[in-house]
């Protein structure tokens, strides 16, 4: 069973940033998508980013221009940099690993963004 390690979240005041990273407990070798979905209270979780093994890069309408994934294959991570930040991202951010039909989750990191 993949095990996925998020960090990085906390409070940070509108217009800053933050970086968040995930780390999988085993190396993944072949096709797969990382990337970082997030779930505001009372709402569904939504797909922030994703990042293939060979690069390819989707965002969020809502992100695109701010938010920066990027990952590294050999050690099966990836990051999300975050600037600009607005009070609309305040949610918990979740570290997600497709392999094959297998999905795998992290427990999830609070990002608040707040005055």
């Known amino acids: 069973q993949v095990q996925l390690v998020e960090s990085g979240g906390g409070l940070v005041q509108p217009g800053g940033s933050l970086r968040l990273s995930c780390a999988a407990s085993e190396r993944i070798v072949g096709i797969y998508l990382m990337g970082w979905y997030r779930q505001a209270p009372g709402k569904q979780r939504d797909l922030v980013a994703t990042i293939s093994g060979g690069g390819a890069r989707n965002y969020a309408d809502s992100v695109k221009g701010r938010f920066t994934i990027s990952g590294e294959n050999a050690k099966t991570t990836v990051h999300l940099q975050m600037n600009s930040l607005k009070p609309e991202d305040t949610a918990v951010y979740y570290c997600?690993?497709?392999?094959?039909?297998?999905?795998?989750w992290g427990k999830g990191t609070p990002v608040t963004v707040s005055a």
């Open positions: 997600s690993l497709q392999v094959g039909k297998m999905n795998y």
